[in-house]
Structures are given as C-alpha cells and as structure tokens.
C-alpha cells in the first residue's frame, strides 16, 4: 500500500528539482544532507519509483521526478492559500455570520450594528434571520444561526449561553384621541381596563406583559392578540385600542400618528441579550461581533432614544 507524501516529502522533492543539489537543498530546508538523502529515500520507497538520479556531485530528477516536483509545487501552494484562509477565518475578516433576532431588534438596533461591523469586516458574509423569541432559541439550538438576539426568557437563559446587552423600558402607546389622550402616567390596572391590543402568547413581549399582570394581580383580557409589531401599531393608529410595548420596538410603529406613555408600575424591564450555543466556543467572526455590539451599542441605543422622543 502506498504511503501519502507528508507536506515536508512535497518541499524536499520541489528544492531538489529547483537547485540540483543536496548541500544547497539541505541547507535551504534547515537540513543535514545526510538526513535529506534518508528522506528522499523513505519518499521513493514509500512511492515505489526513482524520482532523482545521484551521484557525489549531482542530483537530477527522472522524468517520474519532474511530474513529481510539479504536483508538489501545487500542493504547497494549495496548503499556503488553505491557511492564509485559516489566519484569515481567525482574524474575522473572512467568513460567514448568520443572526438570528426578534424583530424589535433586527429593526431598532441592528442595521446600524451590522453597517459599522460590515465597514470593519469587509470579507464576512452577513444573514439575518428575524425570528420570534423561541424561533430565535431554536435557530441558534439548531445550528441554522451562529448567535441570536433576543429577550432574557427563561427558555433562552436554561439552553442557550446568554450575554446581557440592555434593559427595555415598556411604555404605553396609542391614538393622540384615544385613551392615552392625557399626557401623564398610567397604572397597569389602569391600563389593563382599556382595549388592549396585546402581542400573542409565546412572544417575549407578552410573556413580561402577564408577568407583570400576575404581580399586581390584574386580569387582563385583550381586545386583539397579534403575531407582529407593524400589525399591533395599525390596529393602535386606527383608535382599536393602546398597545404595552418595549421602547426599542417603537421604531416599528409609525410613532408619527401616536402618542407613548410612561408606564408607573409596570415592575420589569426585558433584558435583551446575545445568544448561543452552551458549551460551544463562538467563532472568531461570532466573538468579533459581540466585542462590536458591546463597544457600540450604547451610542445606537442612546440614538435610538433621542429619534423616539
């Protein structure tokens, strides 16, 4: 059974073709010429064929040599260009980065992360996935995202390494002529006896909506339960009710023909954060990016809060 030539059997036949010469290959690859004549002869043993011809002075390759030689120069080559791939994937300018994030994200604050991170890491393929919160969990669980945002649920905290970004505050929002007419605070009991158009079970916002309910022992029937933001901000602008959201969804809404008002006792704030996989090491690109998003958040999130008020 033929032997596989290593890297190092390819760079002793290339030198010897090259310069002909043992003292001058073997001081070229750091070699004693004795140690390069024994290499050589475990390479043509292990291949079955001659692929230089030698004496005391000369060493000219056989024609099975040459073709030898010429593959090896393409090997070497190959292995070259594989780890300048490899140096690259580590210093995150190559790759591929799939994020997945709840829609209040994907809207709010990572456009303007992925433009900065894009300008830096210009050789990463970026793909967004949004995604509910237990899409988001399970893209990440599944492998089909490398990380994820989304809300600090209990199902994100249990199966996914979880890093903490930022704290949404919920506000109330409606028609200027509608139940939240007056400029002012509002209790949640207060809040919960209007027409409430609520997110639907499952999702991060309505968990923390009936948490806090449940807290302050408050029943809550809303008036419509829906899938999506831009579905809960039509139903608001048309006077269908007033909605009880985190401010980082808001730029989904069209703000411009609503009013928002501080809730008084809401008592929780949704803990937005960057997931993955437990136990599993983040990529270079996946690490490359969450040092981005830490480094650059605040000064969105500060952005983002000026644009809504």
């Not at 780890?83 to 997945?100: K, P, Y």
């Not at 937005?272 to 605040?298: C, D, M, W, Y």
């Amino acid at each position: 059974m033929r032997n596989n030539p290593s890297l190092a059997d390819y760079r002793v036949a290339l030198t010897l073709r090259d310069q002909q010469s043992f003292r001058q290959a073997a001081e070229t690859l750091g070699m004693s010429p004795s140690a390069l004549s024994r290499q050589l002869a475990a390479l043509e043993a292990g291949l079955g064929v001659r692929l230089f011809d030698r004496d005391t002075r000369n060493v000219t390759p056989t024609a099975s040599g040459l073709a030898f030689a010429q593959l090896a120069e393409r090997m070497l080559n190959t292995a070259e260009n594989v780890m300048e791939e490899f140096d690259a994937h580590l210093s995150a300018s190559r790759g591929r980065l799939t994020i997945a994030g709840l829609p209040s994200v994907t809207v709010g604050l990572l456009p303007g992360l992925l433009k900065s991170f894009a300008e830096r890491h210009t050789g990463i393929d970026l793909r967004i996935m949004d995604a509910l919160s237990e899409s988001v969990v399970e893209a990440v669980e599944a492998g089909r995202a490398d990380i994820g945002f989304t809300a600090g649920t209990v199902a994100a905290r249990l199966r996914l390494a979880f890093h903490p970004l930022l704290d949404d505050t919920f506000v109330a929002v409606g028609a200027p002529d509608g139940p939240l007419s007056e400029d002012r605070s509002y209790g949640m009991a207060e809040l919960a006896a209007m027409p409430v158009i609520a997110m639907e079970i499952g999702t991060s916002v309505r968990e923390l909506l009936d948490g806090s309910c449940q807290r302050l022992g408050i029943a809550m029937a809303p008036r419509f339960e829906v899938a999506h933001l831009a579905t809960a901000g039509a139903l608001v602008a048309e006077g269908l009710g007033i909605s009880i959201l985190p401010t980082l969804t808001l730029p989904v809404l069209p703000m411009e023909r609503l009013v928002q008002r501080p809730v008084q006792d809401f008592g929780a704030r949704r803990r937005i954060g960057l997931v993955h996989q437990q136990g599993r090491s983040l990529s270079p690109t996946g690490k490359a990016f969450l040092e981005h998003t830490k480094q650059n958040l605040p000064f969105l999130r500060r952005a983002g809060q000026e644009a809504t008020t």
